[in-house]
């Protein structure tokens, strides 16, 4: 199943070099071009920009940190999905797509000057433009975060799930009812 999770990171990263390919080729920088409108309201552009930063711009010029961070990110996605032999579908697509999109924009920070192409611009309100890749980092890591915390008790082991942060969670499994009650009667 691990092979299965490689396979589709190679898949998005590909696909978002061919699409940033597109982009290179057909978009100009700071002309936005109509992609999505729905019921006559622009939704989605298309805007060709270089970011040599992170997220809306942070760490600009850090061009050697964005190249460590994800490499340690993606070796950490992988140690896990060996470690722990991860073998349900949804963690094996989430760790994917994470590790897909990192390898996306880790290719645009190695060959291309480290600046990554971004080109989907949001129209109905002021965001910041971004590519195929940061989605899948995206929707990846919010996912897997939802997915750790509300589903899965299995893919860390209780004694990283008694633990948030260094500091320990009280059990509150042995309190009666009684001593509930009784407080609220005085």
Not at 97 to 106: D, E, F, M, T, Y
Not at 115 to 125: A, G, R, S
Request: aromatic share 12%; hydrophobic share 55%; net charge negative.
């Amino acid at each position: 199943m691990i092979y299965i999770s490689l396979l589709f990171a190679v898949i998005i990263a590909v696909a978002d070099q061919i699409i940033k390919v597109w982009a290179l080729d057909n978009l100009s920088v700071g002309q936005t071009r109509d992609f999505i409108i729905l019921d006559g309201e622009k939704v989605l552009g298309l805007t060709l920009h270089f970011n040599d930063g992170a997220v809306f711009g942070s760490f600009s010029g850090m061009r050697v940190l964005l190249i460590i961070l994800p490499i340690v990110m993606i070796a950490f996605c992988l140690w896990v999905m060996f470690k722990r032999k991860i073998t349900k579908p949804f963690p094996i697509l989430l760790f994917g797509a994470i590790i897909g999109g990192g390898l996306g924009n880790l290719i645009d920070r190695i060959f291309r000057g480290g600046e990554v192409v971004d080109y989907l611009d949001v129209q109905m309100f002021d965001f910041a433009i971004f590519n195929f890749a940061d989605c899948f980092i995206t929707v990846g890591c919010i996912l897997m975060a939802v997915y750790l915390i509300f589903f899965d008790k299995e893919l860390f082991p209780d004694e990283t799930a008694q633990t948030i942060a260094g500091a320990d969670l009280i059990d509150v499994s042995s309190v009666a009812y009684e001593d509930i009650d009784k407080d609220a009667g005085q």
